[in-house]
């Protein structure tokens, strides 16, 4: 060694031993803990066994993959890299005296060489925030530390180890770090793949990692030479190489087959950390298991897609699909958008709030049939109605503009009648309906008034996972319960004590009757024909729906296990061409159901304590001929009855005589500056020979009365021509009267 470099070598000695006593506080972690502490800039979000669904940009200010182990790094780029950065790098103990010796000289005659630095001096300087490089060089403080760092390093970490870390957190391009990101972005394979000319770029890359294509091209073919001795280089072929390389972008951050419910996993674990500080690990986990399954997700998303490709010429661009197990709430597939079919692939058509058209019937007749309003065998009038509201006369019609006159409310509910719909709602009450749809999770914003009988007919606005979800309610005997998309710990004893123990939101007879309903081909010919896309070789219940001016379309529907929504319109609220209930959502659902089922089977479910099934006829229609044929039906056990006909039983005017005004729960505020004898509440009926009592006490006659309302909660009662109580409202009534003998007549 020559003596000027001895006495450097020397003097560097001195000045790390005296660095290394000043600063003892100079420890390194171990590699353990800096792979575990290690971050990918994406989460990348899995189904429920562990498959890759999504990979979703979590961190904007710099672009990491994932930690790579040593042995998953191609053996070229290993050789790269150390002949590049660190030649000696297996025969050192973390500073390569000959390089500081070298580069010392050097820099003494001026000449250009490469540094003295190690590979295990950098990854210290990448570990330690305080020996990190600046933008004007480190101070020689820091090239101290940084030593001591590394002989500590090599004192306590493997080579393996050493060099397995720092292509994991070696910053390359822009805001690449580490080799996988490097790999994904500019060569679109994963790092074992890298051959040597990929190699040679990827360590050209470390030590200008923002130089010119053809810099970087240069120092990338010396590389190539000094792996490939005695071998010609094609150092042009290199250059081209490179430079398309380098503004190369194919790593993308959020690429895969599920976006819509990956940002949802998200935020709820986002929320679930801001809300519960002490578990705010899984927020910053880079992987995230999800409940989905990831072949049936990519046979739902191939399958809306293909479907609305052969709906393109009826202006049909997006839809959504999501399927639910019943008995836990797991989203087992969520399909947001058609993706690249659509204008606004963004907007999640499983959260999205639209108007879900014939949808909601089942619910509303699931409730009638639970109050004993009607039966599935209950004759409903199918004709013109015009049915008297605060805004004016409200006249629904039938989607193809035609009445089926009298007919069962099985029939009516099948066949997706309109008008029966309505009359049924009249029956329950607009607010009555709308609390139990909030009960059952759909986000109602306003009241029942406010919608009035056109709720029937789904012109509320409802998401398609709450509307699934309120199907899956169905499906389970009435029992609510919430979906996930992430697993729930077991549930324990006393979790599923208390489960039992809570009273359905639907009585589970009412439930058994609408999924009997609507698994019954045969009550759904009068609209959907014998040979329906509805109908399955396996036990399913199901339900279309088109809201108004054809701009949604859907089909919400269960088997034994799966509960399965589709919805298909347009993002941008635009009206469809000439899509119905079996064009439009069926055929994905049904395609669906299928793929569900093809190995499982789907059994009818067993009928709940408290019901009869009873052997009915139905009287003769205007022309002589029965209403329906007779068949068996099931009944709530008192409500049965061998005979329904337009004169007996639950029939026309049974159901008609019903209060329309006021609804049910109404608070009414007397106002002090109105003379109180002025004031009155109106009320209005439906029904023949009908008379009104208040609490309990006659009151009126006719289809309509006016009452001088008193201080307090009332009844009020609606009586028909045999003294039977046939519907009732609740009142309250708030602010000073008068309460006279008169005032209570």
């Given at each position: 060694?020559?003596?000027?470099?001895?006495?450097?070598?020397?003097?560097?000695?001195?000045?790390?031993?005296?660095?290394?006593?000043?600063?003892?506080?100079?420890?390194?972690?171990?590699?353990?803990?800096?792979?575990?502490?290690?971050?990918?800039?994406?989460?990348?979000?899995?189904?429920?066994?562990?498959?890759?669904?999504?990979?979703?940009?979590?961190?904007?200010?710099?672009?990491?993959?994932?930690?790579?182990?040593?042995?998953?790094?191609?053996?070229?780029?290993?050789?790269?890299?150390?002949?590049?950065?660190?030649?000696?790098?297996?025969?050192?103990?973390?500073?390569?005296?000959?390089?500081?010796?070298?580069?010392?000289?050097?820099?003494?005659?001026?000449?250009?060489?490469?540094?003295?630095?190690?590979?295990?001096?950098?990854?210290?300087?990448?570990?330690?925030?305080?020996?990190?490089?600046?933008?004007?060089?480190?101070?020689?403080?820091?090239?101290?530390?940084?030593?001591?760092?590394?002989?500590?390093?090599?004192?306590?970490?493997?080579?393996?180890?050493?060099?397995?870390?720092?292509?994991?957190?070696?910053?390359?391009?822009?805001?690449?770090?580490?080799?996988?990101?490097?790999?994904?972005?500019?060569?679109?394979?994963?790092?074992?793949?890298?051959?040597?000319?990929?190699?040679?770029?990827?360590?050209?890359?470390?030590?200008?990692?923002?130089?010119?294509?053809?810099?970087?091209?240069?120092?990338?073919?010396?590389?190539?030479?000094?792996?490939?001795?005695?071998?010609?280089?094609?150092?042009?072929?290199?250059?081209?190489?490179?430079?398309?390389?380098?503004?190369?972008?194919?790593?993308?951050?959020?690429?895969?087959?599920?976006?819509?419910?990956?940002?949802?996993?998200?935020?709820?674990?986002?929320?679930?950390?801001?809300?519960?500080?002490?578990?705010?690990?899984?927020?910053?986990?880079?992987?995230?298991?999800?409940?989905?399954?990831?072949?049936?997700?990519?046979?739902?998303?191939?399958?809306?897609?293909?479907?609305?490709?052969?709906?393109?010429?009826?202006?049909?661009?997006?839809?959504?699909?999501?399927?639910?197990?019943?008995?836990?709430?797991?989203?087992?597939?969520?399909?947001?958008?058609?993706?690249?079919?659509?204008?606004?692939?963004?907007?999640?058509?499983?959260?999205?709030?639209?108007?879900?058209?014939?949808t909601l019937k089942p619910l509303l007749y699931g409730q009638a049939i639970a109050e004993k309003r009607i039966t599935a065998a209950s004759l409903i009038e199918d004709s013109s109605a015009?049915?008297?509201?605060?805004?004016?006369?409200?006249?629904?019609?039938?989607?193809?503009?035609?009445?089926?006159?009298?007919?069962?409310?099985?029939?009516?509910?099948?066949?997706?009648?309109?008008?029966?719909?309505?009359?049924?709602?009249?029956?329950?009450?607009?607010?009555?309906?709308?609390?139990?749809?909030?009960?059952?999770?759909?986000?109602?914003?306003?009241?029942?008034?406010?919608?009035?009988?056109?709720?029937?007919?789904?012109?509320?606005?409802?998401?398609?996972?709450?509307?699934?979800?309120?199907?899956?309610?169905?499906?389970?005997?009435?029992?609510?319960?919430?979906?996930?998309?992430?697993?729930?710990?077991?549930?324990?004893?006393?979790?599923?004590?208390?489960?039992?123990?809570?009273?359905?939101?639907?009585?589970?007879?009412?439930?058994?009757?609408?999924?009997?309903?609507?698994?019954?081909?045969?009550?759904?010919?009068?609209?959907?024909?014998?040979?329906?896309?509805?109908?399955?070789?396996?036990?399913?219940?199901?339900?279309?729906?088109?809201?108004?001016?054809?701009?949604?379309?859907?089909?919400?529907?269960?088997?034994?296990?799966?509960?399965?929504?589709?919805?298909?319109?347009?993002?941008?609220?635009?009206?469809?061409?000439?899509?119905?209930?079996?064009?439009?959502?069926?055929?994905?659902?049904?395609?669906?159901?299928?793929?569900?089922?093809?190995?499982?089977?789907?059994?009818?479910?067993?009928?709940?304590?408290?019901?009869?099934?009873?052997?009915?006829?139905?009287?003769?229609?205007?022309?002589?001929?029965?209403?329906?044929?007779?068949?068996?039906?099931?009944?709530?056990?008192?409500?049965?009855?061998?005979?329904?006909?337009?004169?007996?039983?639950?029939?026309?005017?049974?159901?008609?005589?019903?209060?329309?005004?006021?609804?049910?729960?109404?608070?009414?505020?007397?106002?002090?500056?109105?003379?109180?004898?002025?004031?009155?509440?109106?009320?209005?009926?439906?029904?023949?020979?009908?008379?009104?009592?208040?609490?309990?006490?006659?009151?009126?006659?006719?289809?309509?009365?006016?009452?001088?309302?008193?201080?307090?909660?009332?009844?009020?009662?609606?009586?028909?021509?045999?003294?039977?109580?046939?519907?009732?409202?609740?009142?309250?009534?708030?602010?000073?009267?008068?309460?006279?003998?008169?005032?209570?007549?």
């Amino acid at each position: 060694m020559p003596l000027l470099a001895l006495s450097i070598h020397r003097a560097f000695a001195v000045a790390l031993l005296s660095a290394a006593c000043a600063h003892p506080s100079w420890a390194l972690v171990s590699f353990e803990d800096v792979k575990r502490d290690f971050r990918s800039s994406d989460t990348a979000v899995l189904d429920r066994n562990g498959e890759l669904l999504q990979r979703v940009r979590t961190d904007a200010t710099v672009r990491r993959g994932q930690w790579i182990a040593l042995a998953d790094v191609s053996p070229a780029l290993r050789t790269a890299m150390v002949l590049s950065e660190d030649r000696r790098f297996y025969e050192h103990s973390g500073i390569d005296w000959r390089a500081v010796s070298s580069a010392a000289w050097s820099n003494l005659w001026n000449t250009r060489t490469r540094g003295a630095s190690t590979i295990t001096m950098q990854l210290s300087g990448l570990l330690d925030e305080d020996l990190r490089r600046a933008s004007g060089g480190r101070s020689f403080t820091q090239k101290i530390g940084q030593t001591v760092a590394a002989t500590q390093l090599e004192r306590n970490w493997r080579k393996d180890q050493i060099l397995e870390a720092y292509l994991n957190t070696v910053p390359f391009r822009g805001e690449i770090v580490g080799i996988d990101a490097l790999s994904r972005t500019l060569f679109s394979k994963a790092p074992s793949g890298l051959d040597a000319r990929e190699a040679a770029v990827a360590a050209a890359l470390v030590r200008a990692p923002n130089a010119k294509p053809a810099l970087v091209a240069q120092r990338a073919c010396e590389v190539l030479r000094a792996m490939e001795p005695g071998q010609k280089v094609d150092c042009d072929a290199i250059d081209m190489f490179t430079s398309a390389a380098v503004q190369r972008r194919a790593f993308d951050a959020n690429e895969g087959i599920a976006p819509h419910a990956a940002r949802r996993v998200l935020r709820e674990l986002r929320d679930v950390a801001a809300t519960n500080p002490t578990a705010p690990q899984k927020a910053k986990d880079t992987s995230v298991r999800t409940t989905l399954r990831a072949p049936l997700q990519r046979f739902a998303l191939d399958s809306l897609q293909r479907h609305l490709r052969e709906l393109r010429d009826r202006h049909v661009e997006d839809g959504a699909l999501v399927v639910l197990d019943n008995a836990s709430g797991e989203v087992l597939a969520w399909v947001g958008s058609s993706g690249p079919l659509s204008q606004a692939a963004e907007v999640d058509g499983v959260t999205a709030l639209r108007q879900p058209g014939s949808t909601l019937k089942p619910l509303l007749y699931g409730q009638a049939i639970a109050e004993k309003r009607i039966t599935a065998a209950s004759l409903i009038e199918d004709s013109s109605a015009q049915i008297s509201t605060a805004s004016g006369l409200y006249i629904p019609q039938n989607y193809d503009r035609q009445f089926k006159g009298p007919v069962s409310a099985r029939t009516a509910l099948a066949a997706s009648l309109n008008v029966p719909a309505v009359r049924t709602l009249v029956m329950v009450s607009p607010e009555s309906f709308a609390r139990s749809l909030r009960a059952a999770g759909l986000p109602l914003r306003e009241s029942g008034d406010y919608y009035g009988y056109s709720l029937a007919l789904g012109s509320a606005e409802v998401s398609l996972l709450s509307l699934a979800n309120a199907y899956r309610m169905v499906a389970n005997g009435g029992r609510y319960g919430t979906t996930t998309l992430t697993a729930r710990p077991p549930a324990t004893p006393a979790d599923k004590a208390k489960a039992a123990a809570a009273p359905p939101l639907l009585d589970p007879r009412a439930a058994f009757i609408v999924g009997d309903i609507l698994s019954d081909p045969n009550a759904r010919t009068r609209t959907f024909g014998l040979d329906s896309i509805l109908s399955t070789r396996f036990w399913t219940a199901v339900k279309t729906g088109t809201s108004k001016d054809m701009r949604d379309n859907w089909a919400v529907g269960w088997s034994q296990r799966y509960t399965v929504g589709v919805w298909v319109g347009n993002a941008s609220g635009a009206s469809m061409w000439d899509v119905s209930g079996t064009s439009g959502a069926a055929p994905v659902w049904a395609e669906v159901m299928r793929f569900l089922h093809a190995r499982e089977p789907s059994r009818a479910p067993a009928p709940p304590t408290g019901l009869v099934e009873a052997r009915v006829e139905f009287g003769p229609a205007a022309d002589g001929n029965a209403i329906e044929a007779a068949r068996s039906e099931w009944f709530l056990q008192g409500t049965e009855q061998p005979l329904f006909a337009l004169d007996t039983g639950m029939a026309t005017d049974a159901f008609a005589a019903r209060i329309t005004a006021p609804s049910d729960g109404t608070i009414i505020a007397l106002d002090p500056d109105i003379p109180p004898l002025r004031q009155r509440v109106r009320f209005e009926s439906e029904g023949r020979g009908v008379q009104w009592r208040i609490d309990g006490k006659p009151f009126a006659r006719g289809n309509s009365a006016q009452w001088l309302p008193w201080p307090g909660r009332h009844v009020i009662e609606l009586v028909d021509a045999s003294g039977k109580v046939v519907d009732q409202r609740k009142l309250e009534v708030r602010g000073a009267g008068v309460v006279t003998k008169s005032a209570r007549r």
